[in-house]
């Protein structure tokens, strides 16, 4: 399976090709960091190469600035540039983060430390280096790819995004990222063993 993988962006997007075996690793056959136009041109001469097209998806958690918005706007003309021919699907963030190491939190920095465990590196750099050039927004995209072929391996393709989830959903997995932050927060007090710090008052 030859699948394209993509973090959107307002500007300019990563794209990453990569080529699935199934019991294999994905390998990385192209990378890219372009603008969205250059992006757009891309996928409509090439897609009809490739068997699957995949972004991340944009979910509201209750608020969206310009950047978002815009972000979400280009991954609409993304999907409408593919060919009729070629599967095409989201998805979120949350369900990358669950599938990658089962959790909901975790920011980027998590996103490519889990990636490099998974390819048996240090970095993105060095000879031989199978994530050669795969900084920044690229292994981003990688891992929206990554769980794409999981997800096609083991058959629970089900769990992609659904266009029509409820904000109900969405609030709720945040209010449990959130409560799992916290819960980490506390312990890390915890572990000073000064209980006036949690109360953010000095100890008369």
Known sequence: MLLVAIDGGSGKSAVVVLRCKPGKLPEVMEEAYL????????????????????????????????????????????????????????????????????????NDSAVRKHILAMYGQKSTTGKNN????????????MAVGITYNILHEEDRLSELWDPHYTDSDAFADKRTERRVKNKAKTERKAKVGDPARFSGKLKE
């Open 130 to 141: 199978p994530l050669e050039g795969i900084t920044s927004h690229k292994i981003q995209a």
């Open 35 to 106: 603008d969205n136009e250059a992006v757009e041109a891309w996928l409509r001469a090439k897609s009809c190469n490739f068997d699957v097209v995949v972004y991340e998806a944009i979910v509201s958690y209750g608020g969206a600035g310009a950047e978002v918005i815009q972000t979400a706007y280009f991954n609409g003309r993304f999907h409408n540039c593919v060919d009729k021919d070629t599967t095409v699907c989201a998805i979120e963030r949350r369900t990358v983060k669950k599938i990658l190491f089962g959790s909901v939190t975790g």
